[in-house]
């Protein structure tokens, strides 16, 4: 069904267009004119960005006064807990709605089934209480998966050498209603396990915790460019297969469609779409065809590119503007970026 609507949205456009006269030609059009000083481009312009549109990502660590550089991002940094002011203080200052957290969880407190996401004390849960008492009108969105816990950086329990998808999704629930129960707004399942936004909203509900938005990871590819986020992490070193067992394959796009039907059925809030830039078009079509609230992530390897070009001065820093933009001309209603604090000091300014 959805297909057929789909179908018949895009049919009726191309019809009216081929309706349409172009009146005049050049002399007369001269479609320059609509470009040619800065105050009419400004006038005119169809999509601009704000500091509305971002969501900063933090990566948090163990430890006592401690700002930790991650090689593999410059300018992104892991924070301890007692440090989250310095990074906090900025997300208020220029008005950035909301913060994902993301914890570098010490190899001693792995194990093969990630039992520390089930942690009440662990790094994201002392990060939202602490976020919560001296930030509260910032959101937080909390990442639901197990790689960062795991011993084998997989998002799942692995049984015989595959990821458990059953197994998997009682863990998820419960890391699910941990999370809110410490005051999480936007519980965030990146896992891309079969089934888990039905089980994790009934959970949910159950518990008393209908306020709590889900924002599903739900087309979220097998993608090449997540590596400086695996070493954020710690979960790089780890992994001894690959995540194309329930990560998207990249090759595809009509398969989005149902993973994100399924998801919306089940009761995701919001979807996601992971990368971000090579996958413009999954936006675009996703939001056209469903007219639900669409995120998109820049992830940590669209991100180091940029970074990388700008350090080596061979783009400017307008780049990171224009890559931002171009996800809003996509149709994202917000765009998870480690740019944000950059972008949105630019934005203020």
Not at 308 to 314: E, P, Q, R, T
Request: with cysteine; hydrophobic share 40%.
């Amino acid at each position: 069904m959805l297909f057929i609507i789909y179908y018949l949205s895009h049919q009726t456009k191309f019809n009216s267009l081929k309706k349409m006269k172009i009146v005049g030609k050049y002399p007369s059009i001269r479609l320059r004119r609509v470009r040619n000083s800065k105050w009419m481009r400004r006038l005119i312009s169809e999509h601009k960005l704000s500091s509305s549109d971002l969501i900063l990502p933090i990566f948090v660590r163990e430890g006592k006064n401690k700002i930790e550089k991650i090689k593999t991002m410059p300018g992104v940094n892991r924070y301890s807990i007692d440090k989250l002011k310095t990074v906090m203080n900025k997300v208020s200052k220029y008005n950035i709605p909301m913060v994902a957290l993301f914890p570098l969880t010490p190899e001693r407190k792995k194990d093969k089934n990630g039992s520390e996401a089930l942690n009440e004390n662990n790094l994201v849960c002392q990060s939202i209480r602490y976020i919560k008492k001296r930030y509260p009108k910032i959101g937080i969105m909390c990442d639901v998966a197990l790689d960062p816990y795991t011993s084998h950086g997989h998002d799942g329990v692995i049984e015989k050498n595959k990821i458990d998808n059953d197994k998997t999704l009682q863990l998820l629930v419960k890391q699910s209603l941990l999370q809110a129960k410490m005051g999480c707004d936007v519980i965030a399942p990146s896992d891309m396990m079969d089934g888990r936004i039905g089980k994790i909203r009934k959970a949910l509900d159950k518990n008393n915790f209908k306020d709590v938005s889900i924002l599903s990871y739900s087309a979220k590819y097998a993608s090449n460019f997540y590596g400086p986020f695996r070493e954020a992490v710690g979960s790089k070193k780890n992994l001894k297969f690959d995540k194309k067992t329930y990560q998207m394959d990249f090759n595809n796009s009509s398969e989005a469609y149902r993973e994100i039907g399924l998801d919306i059925k089940e009761g995701a809030d919001f979807v996601l779409i992971k990368p971000g830039m090579p996958y413009l078009d999954i936006i675009k079509n996703i939001k056209d065809s469903f007219k639900v609230p669409v995120f998109a992530y820049q992830v940590s390897g669209e991100y180091s590119l940029i970074k990388f070009g700008l350090i080596n001065k061979l783009i400017s820093e307008d780049a990171i503007l224009e890559s931002l933009t171009s996800f809003k001309r996509a149709g994202a209603n917000a765009i998870i970026t480690y740019f944000a604090l950059d972008i949105a000091k630019k934005l203020l300014n």
